[in-house]
């Protein structure tokens, strides 16, 4: 079986010339792949991605505003569930970034400068997952998937579970007893901790605050919302197959990401 003749592809480079050979290398490794969107920093790469949702992402390691390793978890966190996941070529000058990307399950790892003998390995890769891809139906690997990239990402030792937690609340600070937190939700450089009378920051990372959370109590549903199990009313499907849940004592509805849906299965 041939490769799908419109598989579509982003390229995600900073540098305008590396960009301009990538697409060279691949035009003539694979005149049918469609380049339908080019970007040059890491912020914009994950927008375009998701809004194009191209068959291949080709991304940069070193990018201006996000790396393109976080590229990638940002992207298969939010990747629409009526598209297949994308596959996943890192390119870089920087071999040490190697562990780190198959860990995300990339498809290949390609060291600039990229010769025409070595993107010819990674196109007959890629038209092999392809094929593979086309002969069966997509099966939720992409739930598997984030559980693994963040099984494998490094991160904080897992401590003692918090009772309480200091928090934020306009000049003042307060101390939260855990029991009374409904959700967390990430921001730019905070985390939010919202409880039935207010909210307020924690300066502390998902991930630091995930390992000292009791997983039987909170239940992670988005890369950035971690809620209470007991505050999930009712979790319901749009029009466009995204589920989200109504809570019990807020009026706010929080989304559930793609990689997360695996947890309401039933429904």
């Known amino acids: 079986m041939s490769a799908p003749a419109a598989a579509s592809a982003l390229i995600a480079e900073d540098e305008p010339l590396l960009a301009a050979e990538l697409k060279k290398l691949l035009k003539e490794a694979w005149p049918e792949l469609r380049i339908v969107v080019e970007a040059s920093d890491g912020v914009s790469a994950a927008a375009l991605a998701l809004d194009a949702t191209p068959d291949v992402l080709f991304l940069d390691i070193k990018m201006p505003g996000q790396t393109g390793l976080a590229v990638a978890e940002a992207v298969i966190d939010e990747w629409p569930e009526t598209r297949p996941t994308p596959l996943i070529v890192f390119v870089t000058a920087y071999d040490e970034y190697a562990v780190a990307a198959f860990e995300r399950q990339a498809v290949d790892y390609l060291l600039k400068p990229v010769t025409p003998e070595r993107i010819a390995r990674t196109v007959q890769r890629l038209q092999a997952r392809l094929d593979e891809r086309a002969s069966r139906p997509a099966d939720g690997d992409l739930a598997l998937l984030l559980r693994r990239l963040q099984s494998l990402a490094p991160g904080a030792p897992r401590g003692e579970r918090l ?4 928090v934020g609340v306009g000049s003042s600070v307060r101390i939260v007893p855990i029991d009374d937190v409904l959700f967390f939700e990430a921001t730019d450089k905070y985390v939010g901790v919202h409880t039935r009378i207010d909210e307020g920051l924690i300066r502390m990372s998902m991930r630091d605050l995930l390992a000292r959370l009791d997983p039987a109590v909170f239940l992670q549903v988005h890369r950035g919302t971690v809620v209470r199990r007991s505050q999930i ?32 299965r039933a429904m």
Do not use: N, Q
């Open 163 to 166: 009772d309480a937690i200091h």
């Open 233 to 264: 009313a009712m979790a319901t499907r749009d029009e466009s197959g995204r589920l989200s849940l109504k809570l019990r004592d807020t009026p706010r509805v929080l989304g559930v990401s793609r990689a997360f849906v695996h947890h309401f």
